[in-house]
């Protein structure tokens, strides 16, 4: 752990942040919609789907460095 860098994650979360938001302020309406949908999901669901876009994510982050 002594090679993490603190402040390249702190602009990856900032960068997480502002799509995130860009995403609600942009599509607020069917923002909503998935909202409601997975709040339908039940919880095995919304974990497998939560592990596969962590997974997702972790793999991309491998293939850029």
């Given amino acids: 752990m002594e090679n993490f860098d603190l402040n390249l994650f702190v602009r990856a979360l900032g960068l ?3 799509i995130e938001g860009a ?3 942009g599509f607020p309406d069917r923002m ?3 909202a ?3 709040s339908q999901m039940p919880g095995s669901g919304v974990r497998v789907a939560g592990l596969v876009f962590m ?3 972790v ?3 491998a293939l850029v460095s």
């Fill in 36 to 38: 409601f949908s997975i």
């Fill in 16 to 18: 997480a942040m502002a």
């Fill in 23 to 25: 995403l609600w302020a």
């Fill in 59 to 61: 793999g991309v982050c």
């Fill in 55 to 57: 997974l997702a994510g």
């Fill in 32 to 34: 909503r919609e998935a």
